[in-house]
């Protein structure tokens, strides 16, 4: 995983970086943070990624390209689990693994994120698989046999829309990239526990602030590996990223 080095050295000269840093870094504290700093974080978060349109469209040399990427392969195996009226077996056909015998919910879970990320070989790579992981283990939670994770599987596209699983992939996407530029940095000089209750605040905040988002993209009869995955899941990275675009 990146560090707070390898961005900088990416960001250099740009003074939204020292910004985005001292705000961090100011709010490390186990103290309530009040919501205004917090969306002074995620807002200056998009300004350096390179603001909403950039960034979201894949087109920023520090996230959002593979956020896309494992972004659509999400959508295409759980638009797959659906269009198959909530057939795991079928779903996994799909993407390769055939052999459910043997597989525990785990093993499956693991296959998903390998599928979706592939080797993570730049920072953006390492934040797309980290929230890949957190999200499917989320899905998995309390499964242990693939009928299990079937049966959740349905339980969750149920009382979910496939937008808004993506949507939640996207809050933890911004906050693995936030958390490879500052955690490390941040345990060794305020302390784990101040760090720990930072990032579980903006967490908070990310969540809080994409729960009123309006849903707005249909994700019926998506071909994930053609033009309209490609701009669905664009614009969903974009609708997110501009509910925390600072406009000053």
Not at 190 to 202: D, M, V, Y
Not at 205 to 220: Q, Y
Request: aromatic share 6%.
């Amino acid at each position: 995983m990146g560090t707070s080095k390898s961005y900088s050295a990416s960001v250099k000269g740009q003074p939204q970086w020292g910004e985005l840093s001292s705000e961090v870094t100011r709010n490390c504290t186990t103290a309530k943070i009040p919501t205004d700093n917090l969306r002074n974080i995620t807002g200056k978060f998009v300004r350096v990624v390179g603001g909403s349109k950039r960034a979201g469209r894949g087109n920023s040399r520090i996230a959002g390209r593979s956020g896309i990427r494992n972004a659509k392969n999400i959508g295409r195996f759980l638009g797959s689990f659906s269009s198959n009226g909530g057939n795991l077996s079928e779903a996994l056909k799909s993407i390769g693994l055939t052999d459910l015998k043997s597989k525990s919910a785990e093993d499956i879970i693991n296959h998903l994120i390998e599928y979706c990320s592939g080797p993570a070989s730049t920072i953006d790579d390492s934040a797309a698989k980290e929230a890949t992981r957190r999200l499917l283990e989320e899905l998995a939670a309390g499964t242990e046999t693939a009928e299990d994770l079937e049966t959740s599987l349905k339980s969750t596209l149920d009382s979910e829309s496939l937008e808004e699983v993506i949507i939640k992939y996207f809050s933890y996407y911004v906050l693995e990239h936030l958390s490879i530029m500052f955690y490390e940095k941040l345990v060794e000089s305020k302390g784990k526990t101040e760090c720990s209750s930072l990032f579980k605040q903006i967490n908070d905040f990310i969540n809080s602030s994409l729960a009123e988002m309006n849903k707005t993209n249909s994700l019926d009869k998506i071909d994930w590996g053609g033009d309209d995955g490609d701009r669905v899941i664009k614009n969903i990275q974009e609708d997110v990223l501009k509910v925390f675009e600072d406009e000053n």
